[in-house]
Nanobody, 126 residues
Framework: QVQLVESGGGLVQAGGSLRLSCTAS????????MGWFRQAPGKEREFVAN????????YYADSMKGRFTISRDNAKNTVYLEMNKLEPEDTAVYSC???????????????????WGQGTQVTVSS
């Protein structure tokens, strides 16, 4: 059974930082793109960032550029999201996702991903 498990969420003050982790089990995703999405209450799921299989291609949503950093450790089957200068508008459930096979297209929409974690809550207080 394939599982993606996120951790690292929590409550932080505006301007603070958090580091999210997403560890996969059940299969390896070392040749697949992985991504982070978030969903705030009453809003649609929103793309945050993605990363290719080797980690040398990364793409961020405009509002996250310069604040968030995505990385991965294939030996640990884990993808990370370092979040700095957090704002109350970043409050959401953050979920990681993985594509099932290699594609040159990393994917910025939920439909392009095949596996999902359950999400971790990030709350930023003002």
């Amino acid at each position: 059974q394939v599982q993606l498990v996120e951790s690292g969420g929590g409550l932080v003050q505006a301007g603070g930082s958090l580091r999210l982790s997403c560890t996969a089990s059940g299969r390896t995703f070392s040749s697949s793109a992985m991504g982070w999405f978030r969903q705030a209450p009453g809003k649609e799921r929103e793309f945050v960032a993605n990363i290719n299989w080797s980690g040398d291609r990364k793409y961020y949503a405009d509002s996250m550029k310069g604040r968030f950093t995505i990385s991965r450790d294939n030996a640990k089957n884990t993808v990370y999201l370092e979040m700095n200068k957090l704002e109350p508008e970043d409050t959401a459930v953050y979920s990681c996702a993985a594509r099932s096979r290699y594609s040159i297209v990393l994917g910025t929409t939920p439909e392009q991903y095949d596996y999902w974690g359950q999400g971790t809550q990030v709350t930023v207080s003002s």
